[in-house]
């Protein structure tokens, strides 16, 4: 179960912790061991009304860099222990959806069977490293990238390219 808690846009920027609600809220949720999601309804319905560098420009104006709606995403990603891995090439980007705890050959096996069967190794690259390197050449020239055998857990945002031999 999650708990979503639907504030003014005012609240939007310290999540709510000054929200008397907000607060009793968090406090039931903490005794039964779930999660809360701060969302704004009125914000998230004037999101989806405007182009996406003014409703960008409008969020940071409220103090906060995503709407509510990705909080409550993310709260229902780890309470159903889900994670997202990338695949990244020169025609697509594509994100793949796993359970936690997934090993590399496992993820793979989510693009299809014979990657998973046929799995050598895969050529991971942290999230942040391959925004902040430029993509894969960049990220292997700084010493970014790194190999992962049969055993290499998936993290939550690795960037992978599964070698595999059918």
């Not at 039964?32 to 309804?41: D, I, K, R, T």
């Amino acid at each position: 179960m999650i708990y979503a808690a639907n504030v003014p846009e005012d609240d939007l920027a310290d999540k709510g912790a000054n929200n008397v609600h907000v607060k009793a809220l968090r406090a039931r949720a903490a005794e039964e061991g779930v999660q809360v999601a701060v969302v704004s309804a009125k914000v998230e319905s004037e999101l989806n009304e405007l182009p996406k560098e003014e409703a960008k420009e409008w969020l940071e104006s409220l103090g906060v860099t995503d709407g509510g709606l990705s909080n409550l995403i993310t709260a229902t990603y780890s309470t159903l222990g889900l994670r997202t891995y990338f695949t990244s090439g020169e025609k697509e980007t594509r994100a793949w959806t796993i359970r936690q705890g997934m090993t590399a050959p496992q993820a793979a096996g989510v693009i299809h069977s014979d990657f998973e069967k046929g799995f050598i190794r895969a050529e991971t690259i942290a999230y942040h490293d391959y925004l902040k390197n430029n993509g894969y050449t960049g990220a292997k020239e700084a010493g970014a990238l790194r190999l992962e055998g049969k055993e290499y857990v998936v993290q939550e945002g690795d960037v992978m390219l599964f070698r595999f031999n059918v």
